[in-house]
């Protein structure tokens, strides 16, 4: 196909007429360099987000575009739900594979409009959104006002929206995504990370995220996998990887939990929302979350507090029994962080030293644990 090079290089690799079953994505992959190894060997569920998470030059760019066909690794075998991408027989060449890539600076052609670069592409794809479904992509991610614009006249964060937006014209059945908030201010980094949550629930869409940022982690992934040094460390869910003792969360000194729970009222007299986590109940300011909706909690270690009894007279809304599990010093900071075992469900809280020793906690103490923050995630 004579555009692809071209395609490729505006981060635009969607042109799969095959359908396939994306629920999984197993790959072993070895590739060299001159002074750099990749070499994993995983399998991961594909739904919702699976964030790939590691220090610069692990090699999680590397990883993305062996998975998308950009790179030919050495050894190579990639399969995604019931497709084969690549083994030792074969080859799926990018163009023919349903990804979506959107990279660190959205890559959108400066001549044309933004409803322009929109539609780049679209028509080769075999499975491109019909009219309707393309009207409903601007709208998730309010590019409405900007359809006239080029790209030399959006902000950083609009650019990245349209370029999200581009990939998604295509109907990938995969959807990469390589650092796409690296260069954006944090209010930015918000607004799309919000797009993102919709286009998780609304349109059900897998993603593999790459991501230095832990607060873009705990919001967005389902699924994490933590690299190093060209190998992959361990993954498993956000739950999981947030509460192991190595995390790199704690490394990063953001150690935070993440909790999912179910909307048991949606907003209560003091317009607050009641979720149930395994027994435990939040209370949380009012979100407009359906009952029976599934909430995500993301608390972070130092919002919790821990007490030997249960305050009568505080204004913490969440104060939950609770037992420690462990309890890691953290020398650096002169905190501990104490992994604690709540009805069904575990969370952590940093404390400081001192204040481990004068409550005399050990693995086993029961407390009570406060929580003086915690926000809805979706
Ligand atoms: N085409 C290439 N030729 C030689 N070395 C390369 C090539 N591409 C990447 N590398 C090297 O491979 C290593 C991994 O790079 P990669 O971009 O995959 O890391 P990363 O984890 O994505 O980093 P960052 O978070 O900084 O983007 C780096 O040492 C990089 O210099």
């Known amino acids: 196909m004579e555009n692809n090079s071209k395609l490729e290089n505006t981060g635009i690799l969607i042109l799969s007429a ?5 629920t999984q994505l197993e790959a072993k992959v070895q590739l060299e360099y001159a002074s750099f190894k990749l070499a994993v060997d995983f399998k991961v569920p594909l739904k919702g987000v699976v964030a790939i998470y590691g220090p610069s030059g692990c090699g ?4 993305l575009r062996c998975l998308a066909g950009l790179e030919k690794a050495s050894y190579g075998e990639v399969t995604i739900g019931d497709q084969v991408w690549q083994n030792d027989k074969m080859f799926v060449r990018p163009h023919e594979r349903s990804v979506g890539f959107v990279f660190q600076d959205g890559g959108l052609l400066a001549h ?3 409803a322009e670069n929109l539609n780049f592409g679209r028509k080769r794809a075999a499975q491109a959104l019909d009219e309707k479904q393309c009207r409903d992509v601007i709208s998730l991610l309010g590019l409405e006002p900007l359809l006239t614009s080029r790209p030399a006249e959006l902000s950083g964060g609009e650019a990245q929206r349209v370029a999200i937006g581009r990939a998604l014209f295509l109907n990938p ?3 990469i995504m ?3 908030l690296a260069s954006l201010d944090s209010l930015n980094k918000d607004k799309i990370l919000s797009h993102l949550d919709q286009l998780k629930q609304q349109a059900d869409q897998p993603m593999i995220y790459v991501s230095h940022s832990a607060s873009e982690i705990s919001r967005l992934a389902d699924y994490v996998i933590v690299m190093d040094q060209g190998e992959i460390q361990y993954h498993g869910t956000i739950e999981t990887v947030a509460a192991r003792q190595d ?9 935070f939990s993440v909790l999912f729970g179910q909307v048991v009222d949606p907003c209560n007299q003091f317009k607050l929302s009641v979720i149930d986590v395994d027994g435990d109940q939040f209370m949380v300011p009012d979100l407009a979350l359906e009952q029976g909706r599934t909430a995500r909690l993301h608390i972070d270690a130092k919002d919790v507090s821990l007490a030997l009894s ?11 029994k609770a037992s420690v599990v462990t309890i890691e010093q953290l020398a650096h900071c002169g905190h501990c962080l104490v992994k604690l075992s709540l009805a069904q469900s575990e969370l952590l809280a940093l404390i400081s030293q001192y204040s481990c020793e004068q409550l005399s906690l050990a693995p086993g103490s029961v407390v009570f644990a406060q929580i003086k923050a915690v926000s809805i995630l979706k």
């Open 18 to 22: 095959s359908e396939f079953n994306a």
């Open 60 to 63: 999680k760019t590397t990883l």
């Open 112 to 114: 044309l409009t933004v």
């Open 173 to 175: 059945q995969l959807l």
């Open 178 to 180: 390589d650092e796409p």
């Open 247 to 255: 995390s790199p969360f704690y490394q990063a000194q953001q150690p």
């Open 310 to 320: 249960r305050s009568q007279d505080s204004s913490i809304l969440n104060i939950f």
